[in-house]
């Protein structure tokens, strides 16, 4: 997961001179309530080709996944 520092926390992260690991750890916290919200996407998303405002569409509920290859056969098929 990416890092997500709110602005107070800014100044102490960038700073060279903050060379205490305790100190930066302890700003490695999850962001406030409320303040990010996880929900489903269009699955084109995971395709870095793909890129535009439409990736951010929020969705009912999740895409299943499509394969352009075809299932593995199975045991008793081979």
Do not use: F, H, I, K
Request: hydrophobic share 30%; aromatic share 4%.
């Amino acid at each position: 997961m990416p890092l997500m520092l709110t602005e107070d926390r800014w100044d102490a992260w960038l700073s060279p001179e903050n060379t205490d690991p305790d100190e930066l750890r302890g700003l490695l916290a999850p962001p406030p309530e409320g303040l990010m919200r996880a929900y489903p996407v269009p699955t084109a998303v995971s395709n870095v080709r793909n890129n535009g405002p439409e990736l951010l569409t929020e969705l009912e509920g999740p895409e299943e996944a499509r394969s352009s290859e075809p299932p593995p056969a199975r045991q008793d098929e081979a």
